[in-house]
């Protein structure tokens, strides 16, 4: 199951898990884009596909999307919670409400989700879980402060699952990708994120990298050599050197 799947990393991902024969559940907001992708990922794979439009940054919503997997009798090995938002600009400048959806959405959801959906898994003894990071999630990162934080807690969540989930047959993965060519850093149309000299990534490259990363049960996962770079050396700065390294990135970036 693949939340945030219309388009961007998530509909490639259903491309990519579709090309190796896994059945899908697609979940997003959109119905349209939803039906369209499904259609040409039965034509073309000859997979069973089921879409389930749900809007999951609405109250509730998680265990709505449990109740209907449940009652079109479905079973989900893999989830993948890719559904998120980005909130960009001053933290106080930036409105509350934004803000708020942004952290239900990319925390409150996705624990939700992992936590209805993995009692299934345990007793049947397997189970993946691919959880979408970011590169962000390994400093501070100024402009896009709750987007990065509640980032980190997907990373640090998603470690520390899989160590409890040792023994259980279920591997846990967090995908932390640097730039990715999507709507969600675009901004009337023109990329607005961009590390100078360095080219974005793909949404299907990305999707590629996940999916190994995914069955090969990696706890983590950096996508793209140079953010693999940048984000290991950061790790060996002290505290007061990488906010100032984070501060000179962001301006230069996040034009």
Not at 113 to 137: C, K, V, W, Y
Not at 181 to 188: K, P
Request: glycine share 8%; charged share 20%; aromatic share 6%.
């Amino acid at each position: 199951m693949i939340t945030g799947a219309s388009a961007g990393i998530g509909a490639e991902l259903a491309r990519t898990f579709a090309r190796h024969g896994h059945s899908l559940i697609l979940v997003a907001r959109r119905a349209d884009r939803l039906e369209a992708l499904a259609q040409e990922l039965r034509r073309q794979h000859g997979i069973a596909v089921e879409v389930i439009p749900q809007d999951l940054g609405q109250a509730g919503a998680a265990a709505t999307l449990h109740r209907e997997v449940a009652r079109r009798g479905l079973a989900v090995d893999i989830l993948i919670n890719n559904a998120g938002l980005l909130c960009r600009g001053a933290f106080w400048e930036t409105d509350l409400a934004e803000q708020q959806a942004l952290l239900q959405l990319n925390i409150a959801v996705l624990t939700e989700l992992t936590h209805l959906f993995l009692p299934a898994m345990i007793e049947q003894g397997r189970g993946r879980l691919l959880n979408l990071a970011s590169s962000a999630a390994f400093q501070p990162l100024p402009w896009v402060a709750t987007y990065a934080a509640s980032k980190a807690y997907v990373l640090s969540f998603s470690e520390t699952l899989s160590i409890e989930l040792k023994g259980q047959g279920i591997s846990v993965t967090a995908l932390c990708p640097g730039f990715t060519e999507t709507d969600m850093i675009s901004q009337d149309g023109a990329k607005t994120f961009k590390v100078p000299g360095v080219r974005n990534l793909t949404p299907a490259k990305v999707a590629q990298q996940a999916y190994a990363a995914c069955m090969a049960g990696k706890p983590v996962y950096i996508n793209g050599g140079i953010t693999r770079a940048l984000v290991l050396a950061s790790q060996h700065l002290p505290r007061w050197l990488q906010r100032r390294s984070a501060e000179r990135f962001a301006k230069a970036a996040m034009r």
